[in-house]
């Protein structure tokens, strides 16, 4: 339908003549750059006659004012690259080019106008250059880059890890490569990092110089990235610095090489190393806050481990003269103040944060003076904590490795796979786990010397035990000396009478010397823990046997209310025997008085057992 298109086309051009005509209504700006964008879009698909577009590029040329030139801008970027490139419409195209061009030069336009033209001609005739060269990486570093910049993440980091040790590490490129990849943490994705630091640590286990060549390449990042302060380089900047915090946190890096980075990112570059608010540093100026962001980062990943003895104290002092590095700068905008106080409520939630540049001052320069006093006393540092730093060869197969958590939609198959250590070893139920690449050369040796030490050994065993066998067996239980109850009955009155005073309390402390065994008396304070602790078991000790006693008499007392109730029970009888036991009563009355002698002879016996029984009556 031809008749649709030219019928559109007709009616759009008279739009653009009706709206060139009508130039001092600056309310149809909007209007113009329809109609333009309209007419740009159908020439691509061949609906506009070239003779239509070029007559709205003249008429805009010939009056060249800010208003046409924005919609030659606009036909320029939306349909100038095909005009350009179309065999038909290529000459007159470039002639139109030629003239705008000298005519941008002639006349004098503003800054605006001007770079709306240049990037209108750069977008549809762009300078001629050579192509980008890329480097050409052999399969291994492909092979290599792939394990870590894609496939790696919280599921299949056990799997990376392993592939990385099947690799052939006694080639030296191979172990270049490793080298390189993993000492680009800003080529990760951030969020994986802890990843990358744990396959490092993981892969220390088996090739302990590794990891030191990558913490050394990435010191040596972070303080090229001070000394060339180009904001190209800041995101890969935060990544090195949360990287070395994060091997920290895997025990690679001792606490004194994250202060002396932490030192380093606030005073490199600033005289005598102390930022001050008249010195100028051309490579930290006062409105630059990038050096926060990067402590912060590196404060927010591994601060928490800064808890206790002296990696505590070099924390506050830190922190007091990251306040102090603050209040140089100018006023902080707002999201750099939330960090700020994020971390620090993390770190110190009781710090409260000076504002002011004197009062901060003033803390710094106490912390200096504690700090150095404490050098020229002589006071020895306190040792830093062992599971803090590093680890001894014996506990180094038996830590516990910090692996990342797993995602919640793992199924139970990818849980086994990921598996990462069971008390600190490889799972061997893993997969191949077992096929491990052995690069050292076996010892040769000599069978006779192996049968000669065999026979060495065993003699050496055979005289070690028939030497023992004579030997005495020591006595740990060592036997209190005989006087010892009687000296606790001096030292219970000793007690007693100290305690009244509240002044001192005695103890017997027993000696070995040789073969003897001595005791002596020791005077020790009452309010001591010692003697309070001991006041107090001897307190128990006799509630307990207060107890016991208690439960032994009533234990005897039931019993003799037994046998009370058995004896009275007996004047109950049945009526039929009633009559034969008055008989037998007015008949023998002596024998009835002796029965009763008898029975108060039995019930006094009885006592005398119970009171046997008592345990007051033994020595405690």
């Not at 159908?42 to 590029?57: S, Y």
Request: proline letters at 5%; charged letters at 30%; one cysteine or more.
């Amino acid at each position: 339908m031809p008749d649709i298109s030219s019928g559109l086309v007709n009616y759009l051009d008279a739009e653009f003549r009706s709206l060139q005509r009508r130039k001092q209504k600056d309310f149809l700006g909007q209007v113009r750059m329809g109609n333009i964008r309209y007419l740009a879009e159908l020439t691509k698909f061949g609906v506009v006659p070239e003779h239509v577009i070029f007559h709205c590029l003249k008429v805009s040329l010939d009056d060249f004012t800010k208003m046409n030139i924005e919609i030659i801008c606009s036909l320029l970027e939306n349909c100038g690259r095909y005009l350009l490139r179309n065999p038909d419409t290529s000459p007159r195209m470039s002639s139109f080019l030629e003239t705008l061009h000298r005519k941008k030069a002639a006349q004098v336009l503003g800054q605006q106008e001007r770079m709306l033209i240049e990037n209108a001609m750069y977008y549809v005739s762009p300078p001629e250059r050579a192509a980008i060269e890329q480097k050409e990486k052999t399969p291994m570093h492909q092979f290599i880059s792939k394990l870590i910049y894609l496939d790696m993440n919280k599921r299949s980091y056990m799997k990376v890890s392993r592939s990385l040790r099947k690799l052939h590490w006694e080639e030296k490129e191979v172990v270049n490569i490793l080298e390189k990849v993993f000492s680009k943490p800003g080529k990760v994705k951030f969020g994986n990092i802890n990843l990358l630091a744990f396959l490092v640590s993981h892969l220390a286990r088996y090739r302990p110089d590794f990891h030191v060549l990558i913490i050394d390449n990435t010191i040596e990042s972070i303080t090229l990235g001070l000394e060339q302060n180009d904001f190209k380089s800041n995101q890969r900047r935060i990544a090195e610095v949360k990287y070395l915090a994060e091997l920290y946190c895997y025990k690679l890096v001792e606490s004194s090489v994250i202060f002396d980075t932490l030192f380093r990112l606030l005073s490199f570059g600033h005289p005598s190393g102390t930022p001050g608010k008249e010195q100028i540093n051309p490579l930290d100026m006062p409105d630059d806050y990038f050096r926060v962001l990067l402590v912060c980062t590196m404060l927010d990943v591994c601060g928490v481990y800064f808890e206790r003895g002296a990696t505590r104290k070099k924390l506050d002092f830190f922190l007091t003269f990251f306040q102090y590095y603050i209040c140089t700068k100018d006023p902080l905008p707002m999201d750099i103040d939330f960090i700020i106080h994020d971390t620090f409520v993390a770190l110190r939630p009781n710090w409260k944060i000076v504002k002011d540049l004197e009062e901060a001052g003033r803390a710094f320069a106490e912390q200096v003076n504690q700090y150095y006093r404490a050098q020229e006393v002589g006071k020895p540092s306190e040792p830093e904590p062992i599971e803090e730093e590093t680890l001894s060869d014996d506990d180094a197969d038996n830590e516990e490795i910090l692996v990342p958590e797993m995602e919640d939609g793992q199924s139970s198959a990818e849980e086994a796979e990921t598996e990462p250590l069971v008390n600190g070893e490889p799972n061997n139920d893993v997969d191949f786990e077992e096929d491990i690449v052995v690069t050292r050369q076996e010892e040769e040796r000599d069978p006779d010397a192996e049968a000669e030490f065999d026979r060495e050994l065993a003699k050496m065993m055979a005289e070690s035990l028939d030497s023992r066998k004579l030997e005495r067996k020591p006595l740990f239980d060592v036997p209190l000396p005989m006087r010892r109850k009687q000296r606790e009955t001096s030292t219970i009155c000793e007690e007693s009478s100290n305690e009244g005073t509240g002044s001192t309390m005695a103890f017997s402390l027993m000696t070995r010397k040789g073969n003897r065994q001595q005791t002596r008396t020791i005077e020790m304070p009452s309010d001591s823990q010692f003697a309070v602790a001991m006041k107090s078991q001897k307190e128990a000790e006799r509630a307990e046997q207060q107890r016991i006693k208690n439960l032994v008499l009533n234990y005897d007392l039931t019993d003799s209310s037994a046998d009370h109730s058995g004896l009275d029970g007996e004047k109950y009888l049945p009526p039929h025997h009633q009559h034969n036991n008055s008989l037998q009563q007015s008949s023998t009355p002596n024998q009835s008085t002796n029965t009763r002698s008898s029975d108060r002879t039995s019930s006094n016996r009885r006592s005398q057992q119970a009171r046997k029984l008592q345990l007051s009556d033994v020595g405690w």
